[in-house]
């Protein structure tokens, strides 16, 4: 929730509708939104938006409850396989997060290219799930960085633009996946980068 600028009948309509934006040119895809609401029912809830202009926005989010999981310790992720989700919409991190969470890996997020550096340096992953149309570092930096450091690790491209996809030749890339995604297309594309770590 929030008091900003809030949304008219028609932008609150299309809010998520693929590729509508009200950003700038360069500032959003319009693809943060669909994305979370398709992730979010196909975990079997449901997101619903309310706003008016001048007096804000509140985003509902249902989900189903689940099982309590089993803990392990702070941190440890020991045998699960490690996902470093990098996209600058905090909405995309945060589904995907949890819908691969819900499946049982051990899933981080990071907002730009730099903050995953800096998260893989710490800890490696077997995957990660890479943005193509971030600001900042461009996504071959942290691929640059994987080869140099002669990581295992497998990439899986996401963008909202397929152009982007053109720019990663890196064999490290095991899939390009079109946003927005459902759940089922995300965990078929970690599962798949899964078999090409081994």
Same mark, same amino acid.
């Given at each position: 929730?929030?008091?900003?600028?809030?949304?008219?009948?028609?932008?609150?309509?299309?809010?998520?509708?693929?590729?509508?934006?009200?950003?700038?040119?360069?500032?959003?895809?319009?693809?943060?939104?669909?994305?979370?609401?398709?992730?979010?029912?196909?975990?079997?809830?449901?997101?619903?938006?309310?706003?008016?202009?001048?007096?804000?926005?509140?985003?509902?989010?249902?989900?189903?409850?689940?099982?309590?999981?089993?803990?392990?310790?702070?941190?440890?992720?020991?045998? !699960?396989?490690?996902?470093?989700?990098?996209?600058?919409?905090?909405?995309?991190? +945060? /589904?995907? &997060? @949890?819908? $691969?969470? %819900? =499946?049982?890996?051990?899933?981080?997020?990071?907002?730009?290219?730099?903050?995953?550096?800096?998260?893989?340096?710490?800890?490696?992953?077997?995957?990660?799930?890479?943005?193509?149309?971030?600001?900042?570092?461009?996504?071959?930096?942290?691929?640059?960085?994987?080869?140099?450091?002669?990581?295992?690790?497998?990439?899986?491209?996401?963008?909202?633009?397929?152009?982007?996809?053109?720019?990663?030749?890196?064999?490290?890339?095991? !899939?390009?996946?079109?946003?927005?995604?459902?759940?089922?297309?995300?965990?078929? +594309? /970690?599962? &798949? @980068?899964? $078999?090409? %770590? =081994?």
């Amino acid at each position: 929730e929030d008091n900003g600028v809030g949304m008219g009948e028609e932008t609150r309509h299309r809010a998520f509708d693929a590729f509508f934006t009200t950003k700038a040119r360069q500032q959003g895809t319009g693809l943060g939104l669909p994305m979370a609401a398709s992730v979010i029912r196909d975990l079997g809830g449901d997101i619903s938006v309310a706003s008016q202009p001048g007096l804000g926005t509140r985003f509902t989010i249902e989900l189903p409850l689940a099982r309590p999981a089993v803990s392990t310790g702070p941190g440890d992720s020991s045998g !699960r396989t490690r996902v470093l989700v990098v996209d600058d919409e905090p909405i995309v991190g +945060a /589904v995907a &997060e @949890a819908a $691969l969470n %819900a =499946r049982g890996y051990a899933t981080r997020t990071a907002r730009t290219v730099d903050e995953a550096l800096t998260r893989l340096s710490e800890e490696p992953v077997e995957i990660v799930i890479l943005d193509q149309n971030m600001p900042g570092s461009p996504p071959t930096t942290l691929i640059e960085w994987l080869d140099r450091a002669d990581a295992p690790t497998r990439v899986i491209a996401i963008s909202g633009l397929e152009s982007r996809f053109a720019q990663m030749t890196s064999d490290r890339v095991v !899939r390009f996946l079109p946003k927005p995604f459902g759940t089922s297309d995300l965990a078929e +594309a /970690v599962r &798949e @980068a899964e $078999l090409a %770590a =081994r």
